[in-house]
């Protein structure tokens, strides 16, 4: 018998591959609005473009700032660093952004098929802290929403990841108890900290094998290794 019933997936850099995705993005942006005129190139708008979101993010969680003022503050803020005041463009890169983003669909390497084969087994889930609308036509867009049975954002949730109550929540809304669960993500402290957290077993997407000092948790640098893990757990 199989131990577990349940997968449950982050998407961004887990499934999805954020990184290139982001880029194509601000390549299309730095283009479609000329912003030549600001930035020196499509990474520098990236760059200065990520270094704003953590804090809106902690704002928006917060409850200090809702979902449409923090989505504008990522482009106002970013403008503002290179001393540029134009809400109006703020808001129609905001527009464009949020238009454009879904539309990338660069996966992670062996998700696909990683998905394709684990569905035959397992139910899949999404564990996403984003928004409804834009997770939900990622996973459209990008081909795999016929492996998933159902996505959990922090947006529908009204709490992210890593707090307990938000995986309590899929649990709940599953009608499953932990053991029966898996959770595969690619940030330690929000997927995999929160899942051990309420003691839901985890592995570490780690692409890039970074070091931790908790050597016991399961690590992959490879989504394929999740074919071997868990079919010879039957
Ligand atoms: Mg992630």
């Given at each position: 018998m199989k131990k577990y019933q349940h997968l449950f997936f982050d998407l961004d850099s887990t499934l999805w591959d954020y990184d290139h995705n982001l880029a194509q993005t601000?390549?299309?942006l730095f283009s479609e609005f000329q912003l030549n005129?600001?930035?020196h190139s499509p990474k520098e708008l990236q760059r200065i473009y990520l270094s704003q979101c953590s804090d809106l993010w902690r704002q928006y969680y917060s409850r200090k700032i809702g979902r449409n003022q923090m989505l504008l503050l990522r482009f106002l803020n970013t403008l503002q660093e290179i001393k540029c005041n134009d809400n109006d463009l703020a808001q129609r890169l905001t527009a464009a952004h949020i238009e454009n983003t879904p539309k990338?669909?660069?996966l992670i390497d062996g998700a696909t098929e990683v998905l394709k084969e684990?569905?035959?087994l397992y139910q899949i889930h999404i564990i996403t802290n984003g928004f409804t609308a834009i997770q939900t036509k990622k996973i459209e867009n990008c081909g795999i929403k016929p492996y998933i049975t159902k996505v959990?954002?922090?947006?529908?949730?009204?709490?992210?990841?890593p707090n307990k109550y938000f995986f309590?929540?899929?649990l709940k809304s599953l009608h499953t108890s932990k053991e029966n669960c898996l959770v595969i993500g690619d940030n330690f402290k929000t997927d995999i900290q929160g899942a051990q957290n309420i003691k839901i077993d985890a592995i570490w997407f780690n692409p890039e094998k970074k070091k931790i000092e908790d050597s016991t948790t399961k690590q992959i640098s490879d989504l394929?290794?999740?074919?071997?893990?868990?079919q010879l757990i039957q």
């Open positions: 601000m390549e299309f005129k600001y930035f990338q669909c660069q684990l569905s035959i959990f954002t922090s947006e529908a949730i009204r709490c992210p990841k309590e929540y899929a394929k290794e999740l074919l071997s893990i868990l």
